[in-house]
């Protein structure tokens, strides 16, 4: 496995060894052990999510103000661009954006620690995502920045009309954070 650093402190792109033939592929999608070595960081996983969407589906940008959920996320069928952003306001990377194209041809995968917020736009015809959390879901603190925010200038890079929730499109701009 290999993890690279981005430019938000605590943020991994994981990439796994993978085997391939004229048989087709394997790999370790997740070692415990490996994985706390990569991030130099001690994590227990609580809970399994699985999302399938359409092409121009944009979902975040999540957070939970309390019970803060660390996130690994893959996309194992189609391909997605994921979103993090840093809102922890001690951080010497806060307000910064990453973005990372995870598909399940590139196989990538994205650590995003507790105290992120978190999205996702669906690049292909349909995707498949997956993500452990560090913490469970909690409705009464979840919380959520507007995608479209103009102070993150994200590049979602859909082509048509972004399909976003009612929920999520009453989101809060980043200055209201």
Not at 64 to 75: D, E, I, Y
Not at 92 to 111: C, I, M, R, Y
Not at 143 to 150: R, T
Request: charged share 25%.
């Amino acid at each position: 496995m290999k993890a690279t650093p981005t430019n938000i402190q605590g943020v991994y792109i994981i990439e796994p060894k993978v085997f391939g033939d004229e048989r087709g592929f394997f790999f370790e999608s997740f070692n415990h052990q490996k994985f706390e070595e990569a991030i130099k960081q001690k994590v227990n996983f609580v809970q399994d999510n699985h999302s399938r969407s359409i092409q121009n589906v944009v979902r975040g940008l999540h957070f939970q103000t309390q019970q803060a959920q660390g996130k690994l996320v893959r996309c194992t069928l189609g391909e997605v661009r994921d979103v993090a952003v840093d809102i922890r306001r001690d951080s010497p990377t806060f307000g910064e954006v990453v973005t990372v194209d995870l598909s399940a041809d590139n196989k990538k995968q994205l650590w995003i620690p507790a105290g992120l917020a978190h999205g996702f736009s669906v690049l292909s015809e349909v995707a498949e995502f997956l993500y452990k959390t560090t913490d469970y879901y909690a409705p009464q603190y979840e919380a959520c920045i507007k995608w479209d925010d103009p102070t993150l200038n994200i590049n979602w890079k859909i082509t048509g009309e972004a399909i976003v929730s009612e929920k999520d499109k009453q989101g809060m701009s980043f200055r209201e954070l």
